[in-house]
């Protein structure tokens, strides 16, 4: 039998408690005021400051203490890249300023992969213009070889065999065929 503060719902079989105006716990409203002069009201982490209940709104905000004074960063010994043995004193003077606490890690790293890669694509340039220079001499034959010029024949050959070299194709891998040579 229902008592006189519950009541029974035919429909759904549950027991429905009353509505209270007061909450089951200590919940306390933010008491600032708000730029129009009202009460915040809000109620969500409330904490008691200055004889107050606020909200995070309304709470003083953290000032950040004096930080200390940054430090001058070490000068670089190159002021610009030029060439590999720049971006490998560069790279090696940021490697030893990281590990003396100097230069903080990522700036270190920062700095030693970009001259990595100052070097690769120095590397990558210089074998481009050798594969250039191959097809600036292969040229040179094919020319020679249209007017039909044995000397100028021989010295594209030449120029062609000393590209392949700079290449580091090995020069002694390859034979001059002589004419009535069998060829296998």
């Not at 009201?41 to 107050?52: A, C, E, I, K």
């Not at 709104?57 to 004096?66: C, I, L, S, V």
Request: proline share 8%.
């Amino acid at each position: 039998m229902p008592n006189s503060t519950q009541s029974v719902d035919p429909t759904t079989d549950s027991i429905v408690t009353p509505q209270t105006a007061k909450e089951s716990r200590a919940i306390h409203r933010c008491e600032a005021r708000k730029r129009d002069g009202s009460v915040c009201g809000f109620y969500v982490g409330t904490v008691f400051l200055d004889g107050l209940w606020r909200c995070q709104h309304h709470r003083p905000k953290k000032r950040p203490e004096t930080a200390a004074p940054v430090p001058k960063l070490p000068r670089p010994p190159v002021a610009a890249l030029k060439s590999p043995a720049d971006a490998a004193t560069l790279a090696s003077w940021a490697a030893v300023q990281g590990s003396l606490g100097r230069l903080d890690h990522q700036r270190s790293g920062a700095i030693v992969a970009a001259c990595r890669e100052f070097r690769q694509a120095w590397a990558a340039q210089d074998t481009h213009a050798k594969q250039i220079a191959v097809v600036v001499a292969w040229e040179r034959l094919l020319d020679a070889q249209d007017l039909g010029d044995r000397d100028a024949i021989t010295g594209a050959r030449e120029g062609l065999r000393r590209c392949f070299a700079a290449l580091g194709f090995p020069r002694e891998a390859y034979t001059v065929p002589r004419p009535g040579d069998p060829t296998t």
